[in-house]
């Protein structure tokens, strides 16, 4: 919960400083944790497998368009 105090700073900030405290936060947000990275890796390995060996059932690109 933001505090009277907190919002007060926050809106004193210079636009410079505003954007950094945004991009602070938006970084804290977005981290991904080990294992999800590793399992993303492991299922874009395992589509590449399939792509590769056939397995995999691919439109065209133009087709998709249509």
Request: charged letters at 40%; proline letters at 3%.
């Amino acid at each position: 919960m933001i505090t009277k105090s907190l919002e007060k700073d926050i809106l004193s900030l210079d636009p410079d400083d505003k954007i950094q405290l945004i991009q602070l936060i938006f970084d804290s947000l977005n981290q991904i944790s080990p294992e999800i990275e590793k399992a993303w890796a492991e299922e874009s390995e395992k589509r590449i497998d399939a792509f590769e060996s056939g397995k995999l059932k691919v439109t065209d690109w133009d087709d998709v368009k249509k």
